[in-house]
Structure formats: C-alpha cells, structure tokens
C-alpha cells in the first residue's frame, strides 16, 4: 500500500497531492481542511513534535490499512501561521470500494482532530489563546474504538 504522510510550512495543492494514489482504485476520497474565518480569527498556528507527530500518523494510517483493504493513502498537514482560507490539512484514501475509502478517510480525521500530537494557537487582533479539545471531536471520534 502506498503511504504518503508529510508534515511541512509549505502550502500543498490537494489535487496534485491525491494524484499520488493509484490510478487503479475503484475509489479514491479526499478531505481538505481549511482555516475557518470565523469569531475574528485572523490567524492560526500550529506547533507539533518533529518525528513522534509523523510516526504516530503513521500508526493511524496502519491501523486503517489493518480495518479496510486500502490501496493508499496521503495525509498531509500543515504547521506555522495560516491564515483564513488556507488549506491546513488533506487526508486521501484509496480502495476498491467506496464504503472503505469513505471510512478510513473519517477514520483518519477523526483521528488528527483528537489525537494528534499537534498544538494550536488562534489569533483574534492583539490577543492570543491555545485552542482547547472539543467534546464534539472527541464523540466523533469515539464510534472507532473497538
């Protein structure tokens, strides 16, 4: 299975990005994430823990490939100061099967919303505030536990 996850400051295209997947699957799902411009936000930065961030995605990403017979997957996700509108994270799955490419997509980001070691940092004018967990993400992700 092809496995692409890459932390980085750089903007990514997503199409180009999930053009990584195989051309053979049967179904390939995206998701991209982008910095909501709500409530005054007018920036939001991201810090994380180079090298544990990306080997636990990857245990995430095994752990789809272990649930759904996938054939790729591309998880993507920005760090630094983003602005409204930027795309902060991409998630694509491929399989054979749409039900699965579905799934493991949610799966895995129902995953980087909870668990991820990623911190997040809202800027609204002068003043700044980490951002807390949402009860809500956590229900979500809650359905995958097994």
């Known amino acids: 299975m092809l496995k692409h996850i890459r932390i980085t400051q750089e903007a990514f295209d997503p199409a180009r ?4 997947l195989p051309a053979h699957a049967g179904a390939i799902v ?3 994430g982008c910095v909501r411009a709500e409530d005054g936000l007018s920036a939001l930065t991201l810090e994380h823990y ?8 990857a245990r995430h990403v ?3 490939e272990r649930r759904w017979p996938l054939l790729g997957a591309v998880v993507i996700h ?3 100061a983003l602005s409204p509108g930027e795309p902060i994270v991409l998630v ?4 054979a099967h749409r039900r699965e ?4 997509c949610e799966f895995l980001m129902d995953y980087l919303k909870t668990r991820a070691p990623f911190w997040k940092q809202e800027r609204k004018g002068a003043r700044t505030q980490w951002v ?3 009860a809500s993400d956590d229900a979500a992700a809650e359905r995958w536990k097994s």
């Open 17 to 20: 990005e999930a053009g990584l």
């Open 30 to 32: 995206t998701f991209t």
């Open 50 to 57: 180079p090298g544990m961030t990306e080997a636990e995605i």
């Open 62 to 64: 095994d752990e789809a």
């Open 78 to 80: 920005r760090l630094g």
């Open 92 to 95: 694509a799955v491929a399989a």
């Open 101 to 104: 490419a579905f799934a493991a």
């Open 132 to 134: 807390d967990a949402k």
